[in-house]
């Protein structure tokens, strides 16, 4: 018998599959269909203290390497923010399925103002998102280049929430282990590495100019999954602290080489695209046949990676 | 009772078609037709009807729009016929395209109707005439009994009405008679003096509603809604397609979600026992 459940900062997930933040997480309904079809953890959409209508269309498009989306952080803001996961937490405790909120803000003020909204509706986990890439020109530089920044950031949620805190970091950050070491510093329990890569930019040769309304957007799907994990792999041999590897997983081994770099728990994004929800029983299945096929009961090769030799020749 | 199942597989990549205004219908004060030629001749599309296609304009909009026709000519060229209703800056300026003009596509996304038995009662509502046309076709091309209702503010905004006539003429099927045009408008200017929904009522307390294998519907909720309860009533099988705003349409974003289902990806048909749980889930 397989065992897939994981302890992620004191929760206990039944797989260690996490639906990411910013895919279908707009409603409660959506939250829950994820659930039901098997994720192990749902993550919100991000929300900031004021609502943002977000870019216009075009903001995602389906390319060979994955996804490309500007979609510009739309959200309701955190007060009706908190009402819907409200509804969510009471609906997913029906299935043990934990929930995740992710919040942001414009300045370290503006996460702790929101977080303050959220509270009250008592996620399991609050993800902190200081990496968004399709709002630096309205922000500036994403807090996930800045230690600084990004301490100040965790250290003032911390003061105003008790729960696990996580902190999602950019795969764009050339100094990611020491943002990181920031983040745990001033009080995350762990971390969801990463975010979108990039930007990056499409550009229709037939209309000679880019395809997204902002022009850029975050990079993910397959393009990512080496980047991704990398990044995890890199902070696992630096932070004791658990891991959610997300980016362009989209099949069981890709799960595989996450938890083998470090990683506690997978994130799954761009993976819905085409096959829905679905893709939380595929990938768990897959995983599970792979287990099997290496001998493994459970999650304890996590990190193998890091060994040397990785893992006994047979 | 036969049921034609109608389901489209996505692609990989969804990047943009290129195609050009090839022909440009006025629909009254409402908008206009437009018929589009895919400019690389590429394979046509493989479109159920129901289904949308999003359409940009770039450093405009995108937007999605449902499918009014699809023909392919002996070339394997194909001509892609949409309607759009003139409501903002953008459909303003799709509206204002010329023959030559050129436009981006990409899809067709979502599921379509599934044609239930052979005799069949369309509503269609304001622009949500426009998802109805297809199905029409494909039925009466099976040579199915067809009731179709165009509701509007007022003669001038009805769109497509020649469009479904010619289907029971000599149109694409040629001499089929069993397609009967029912009009409405809100200001009684043309057919009956009342709105769709009102329009819908007359049809859905007739003898005929009783009559019909299923019924399916498009237009402002507020008719889907009393379309669906009575359909409910009358034990009848029906279809809806929901109109809510956009972002993706790729099923990623979350964006048009309604209860737990998405607008793009899971529909924008769906049968009225399921709209109606989704309905009754957003009210919660």
Redesign the interface.
């Known amino acids: 018998m397989i065992d897939l459940a994981v302890e992620l900062c004191g929760v206990r997930l039944r797989n260690p599959l996490v639906l990411a933040s ?6 409660a ?2 939250l ?2 994820a659930a039901r079809d098997g994720a192990g953890a749902v993550t919100a ?1 991000s929300c900031s203290l004021d609502a943002r209508i ?1 870019h ?9 390497g994955g ?1 490309i ?1 500007a ?1 510009g952080l ?1 959200n309701p803001g955190a007060a009706a923010q908190a009402e819907m996961l409200m ?1 969510a937490k009471r609906e997913l405790s029906e299935f043990g399925v934990a929930l995740i909120a992710s919040v942001f803000g414009d300045t370290p003020e503006g996460f702790a103002a929101a977080v303050q909204h959220i509270v009250a509706a008592e996620p399991d986990l609050i993800e902190l998102n200081v990496s968004c890439p399709n709002v630096e020109s309205e922000f500036g530089r994403p807090f996930a280049f800045d230690p600084d920044a990004t301490a100040e950031a965790t250290r003032g949620v911390r003061q105003i929430w008790g729960g696990p805190l996580l902190v999602k970091l950019s795969p764009n950050a050339p100094n990611l282990v020491d943002v990181a070491r920031a983040a745990v510093d001033t009080g995350a329990d762990g971390l969801t590495a990463v975010n979108t890569l990039g930007p990056g930019m499409i550009i ?1 040769v ?4 880019p ?1 997204l ?1 902002n022009r850029v957007g975050g990079v993910s799907g397959q393009a990512l999954l080496p980047i991704a994990v990398r990044c995890v792999y890199e902070l696992a041999a630096a932070v004791d602290v658990p891991i959610i590897g997300t980016g362009g997983v989209s099949r069981g081994s890709d799960a595989m080489q996450m938890i083998m770099a470090g990683a506690t728990a997978v994130g799954l994004g ?1 993976a ?3 096959e ?1 929800s679905t893709v939380f029983g595929r990938i768990a299945d897959e995983l599970v046949a792979l287990m099997e096929m290496e001998g493994y009961a459970d999650l304890s090769f996590r990190g193998c990676a890091h060994r040397m030799p990785c893992r006994e020749s047979r | 009772m036969t049921m034609v199942e109608m389901r489209s597989v996505r692609p990989m990549v969804e990047t943009h078609r290129v195609y050009r205004v090839d022909r440009r219908i006025p629909e009254g004060n409402a908008g206009v037709t437009l018929d589009l030629v895919d400019e690389r001749a590429g394979p046509p599309m493989g479109i159920q009807p129901g289904q949308f296609v999003m359409v940009w304009l770039p450093r405009i909009e995108e937007r999605p729009f449902s499918v009014v026709d699809v023909d392919v000519d002996g070339d394997g060229r194909h001509t892609l016929t949409l309607t759009i209703a003139a409501i903002g800056p953008f459909t303003e300026a799709l509206c204002a395209l010329r023959p030559g003009d050129r436009l981006w596509i990409r899809g067709p996304y979502g599921s379509g109707y599934t044609l239930i038995g052979e005799r069949h009662l369309l509503i269609g509502g304001g622009s949500g005439t426009a998802s109805l046309y297809l199905l029409a076709r494909s039925a009466a091309e099976l040579g199915h009994t067809l009731t179709v209702v165009l509701g509007a503010r007022s003669a001038s905004q009805l769109m497509l009405v020649e469009r479904f006539r010619a289907l029971s003429g000599d149109g694409p099927v040629a001499g089929h008679p069993q397609v009967a045009v029912e009009l409405a408008t809100d200001d009684g200017s043309a057919g009956f003096y009342g709105t769709a929904l009102g329009a819908a009522q007359a049809v859905v307390d007739s003898p005929t509603f009783g009559s019909c294998d299923s019924v399916y519907a498009c237009g402002p909720e507020v008719m889907l809604r009393a379309v669906c309860a009575a359909a409910a009533e009358h034990g009848v099988p029906c279809q809806v397609s929901l109109e809510r705003a956009m972002k993706c349409g790729l099923g990623v974003c979350g964006a048009c979600h309604c209860g737990d289902r998405l607008i793009c990806y899971d529909g924008p048909v769906f049968a009225c026992d399921v709209v109606t749980a989704l309905w009754e889930q957003e009210a919660d």
């Open positions: 910013g895919i279908w997480g707009s409603n309904g959506m829950v269909r959409k977000g216009p269309n075009p903001t995602v498009l389906a390319w060979e996804l989306n979609v739309s509804q229709d037939h209309a000679g100019c395809v309304s761009s819905l695209y085409r829905g």
